[in-house]
């Protein structure tokens, strides 16, 4: 982590609607270059972010505004971003899951998910859908 640098805000809410995701990615990107990502490793993490930032866009909110939260909590050994949102609950049951070189309709954004974030996990609190993105921390700065 580059402790020389002033780190950017851990916290960021707003009402997700596609003119307004630009902060959210841009948070995400600052995060991942902060922690020592290399420009490479933090696009792939950024496509993972928009994918479920997306995600949620579409399906918890039917593509309607709604708001999401983005928690950051960069520790020792990993880069974890927490996204709530208080849509519609995540039925893994309707979201086909591919495989790297698959064909098929549908379920691509998960696999994009899964290819930048080794942790994803997902759950319903109350009126809330919490997905937790989890990358572990590049060995050495700029290299991942």
């Known amino acids: ?23 959210l990615r ?22 993972g972010v928009d994918e479920a930032l997306t995600n ?15 928690e950051v909590e ?9 996204l709530i949102d208080h849509g519609r609950p995540y039925d893994p049951g309707h979201a086909p899951a591919r495989k790297p070189g698959e064909v098929g309709a549908g379920g691509w954004g998960n696999l994009i998910i899964r290819e930048a974030f080794p942790r994803v996990e997902r759950k319903r609190v109350g009126e809330k859908n919490i997905l937790l993105l989890g990358r572990p921390l590049p060995r050495e700065k700029g290299r991942s």
């Open 1 to 23: 982590m580059d402790s020389a640098s002033t780190a950017p805000e851990a916290v960021l809410e707003i009402e997700l609607a596609p003119p307004r995701l630009h902060g």
């Open 56 to 70: 949620i866009h579409l399906h918890a909110y039917s593509g309607r505004p709604g708001w999401v939260r983005i």
């Open 74 to 82: 960069p520790g020792p050994a990993e880069l974890t971003f927490r």
């Open 26 to 47: 841009a948070l995400a990107e600052k995060w991942a270059l902060h922690t020592g990502f290399s420009q490479a490793e933090a696009g792939r993490m950024l496509a």
